[in-house]
T-cell receptor
Framework: EDKVVQSPLSLVVHEGDTVTLNCSYE??????LLWYKQEKKAPTFLFML????IEKKSGRLSSILDKKELFSILNITATQTGDSAVYLC????????????FGTGTRLTVIP | EAQVTQNPRYLITVTGKKLTVTCSQN?????MSWYRQDPGLGLRQIYY???????DKGDVPEGYKVSRKEKRNFPLILESPSPNQTSLYFC???????????????FGPGTRLTVT
């Protein structure tokens, strides 16, 4: 059965710290990996990764995929209180089922 | 404004009373999907639709029905709700499949359903 595991489950840091969130996966025929940010409402899209070793970057956030080791990391530098959220990782496969498998998320809390 | 809307936002109902949660998007997206989110289990896909009149089961379809008669609307129907369907439900849409070129999926604000 396909599985997506995120770690840590929860993280508390001070403003200005750099954090790394992890997502490992086991899918039969990997297609893509997506990161979302969920605050007190609906998830919002951050990145989609399909190729190993190519970093995606948006401001202080960046992400990279390792298809050999089956994981991705999401980095946030110079964290701010507005980064506090649950970060979700999702993986799609190529079986034709056309659905996404989500991890349970990492809850990040940034304190002033 | 581009958005996905869901109604109602909150609903408390009793076991066995049929209900419908509506979902509508104004972006002419082809792909729409329903998820439920439960503590410790993350987001799980219930049903999805690749286009009008094309729907398929996700991971947890039991107890749910959907329809896609128009491109913009994708209602979720619970014919006979049970307490284990108490959850937070999200509708989402994207131009194509969520793993296509942009990969961006837009989520609705969520519907918190309680079945007693």
């Amino acid at each position: 059965e396909d599985k997506v595991v995120q770690s840590p489950l929860s993280l508390v840091v001070h403003e200005g710290d750099t954090v790394t969130l992890n997502c490992s996966y086991e899918v039969t025929n990997f297609r893509s990996l997506l990161w979302y940010k969920q605050e007190k409402k609906a998830p919002t899209f951050l990145f989609m990764l399909t190729s190993s070793g190519i970093e995606k970057k948006s401001g202080r956030l960046s992400s990279i995929l390792d298809k050999k080791e089956l994981f991705s990391i999401l980095n946030i530098t110079a964290t701010q209180t507005g980064d506090s959220a649950v970060y979700l990782c999702a993986v799609s496969d190529q079986t034709g089922a056309n659905n996404l498998f989500f991890g349970t998320g990492t809850r990040l809390t940034v304190i002033p | 404004e581009a958005q996905v809307t869901q109604n109602p936002r909150y609903l408390i109902t009793v076991t066995g009373k049929k209900l419908t949660v509506t979902c509508s998007q104004n972006m002419n997206h082809e792909y729409m999907s329903w998820y439920r989110q439960d503590p410790g289990l993350g987001l799980r896909q219930i049903y999805y639709s690749m286009n009008v009149e094309v729907t398929d089961k996700g991971d947890v379809p039991e107890g749910y029905k959907v329809s896609r008669k128009e491109k913009r609307n994708f209602p979720l129907i619970l014919e006979s709700p049970s307490p284990n369907q108490t959850s937070l439900y999200f509708c989402a849409s994207s131009l194509y499949s969520p793993w296509a070129a942009s990969g961006e999926q837009y989520f609705g604000p969520g519907t918190r359903l309680t079945v007693t």
